[in-house]
């Protein structure tokens, strides 16, 4: 069932931004804009695409956020453990690290070798799934703190930074509040939703690096 529900979710993400060019990984938060009211939940995607021929052995983020106006009331990490090596019989290390209000970390670590998420990691994948209440009146953005070792890292093979990571963050307005433009997303990334192009081409497919 799991499987089937992201297969339907990376068909519609892909059909959203078709036509659009990835220029290397994006981390993409989605819905990009919700509304919700007051005592309402807010079901947010994270996503990353655009890994081509690298892959994603460990991660440190930490999500930041208005706790004054939602509360994270609920998060799912089982796709990045899949991702990393649960679906194929290397279970990794994926755990919160941090959850105090406006602020939610979340570590990764891949137990398996550079070849085997070589040959069993897709090229873009389901990350998280977060659960955010709205709290009150207002508009909240969601992306990644700024320090680039401990709230955005990303690491692929050889231990080493990905490079060139782009962020797509998301805006959640709750009540009367509205997410009026896109100015009011943190990062700024015109070509980022290229991501979702990807990830509908990605379905269950694995990595191509096996053939020619």
Known sequence: MKKAVVATW??????????????????LITPTSSHVDVGQVARINVSISGLDAEVLSSFDLNFIYDSSVVRLDAANLSGADDALGSAFGAP????????????????????????????????AFLLFQFDFVGMANGMTTLSLGANA?????????????????????????????????SSELPEPASAVLAAAAGLAACGSRLRRRQSP
């Open 149 to 181: 070792d401990f709230e955005r890292s990303f690491i692929g093979l050889n231990f080493a930074a990905l490079q060139g990571v782009s962020i797509q963050g998301a805006c959640v307005a709750v009540g009367t509040g509205s997410c009026s433009s």
């Open 92 to 123: 990794p290390l994926v755990f919160s690290d941090s959850a105090v209000d406006g602020n939610y970390g979340v570590l990764g670590q891949a137990l398996a070798d550079d070849a085997t998420l070589i040959a069993n990691q897709q090229d």
């Open 10 to 27: 990376l068909a519609v993400a892909g059909s959203l931004f078709a036509g659009y060019v990835s220029a290397g990984p994006v981390l």
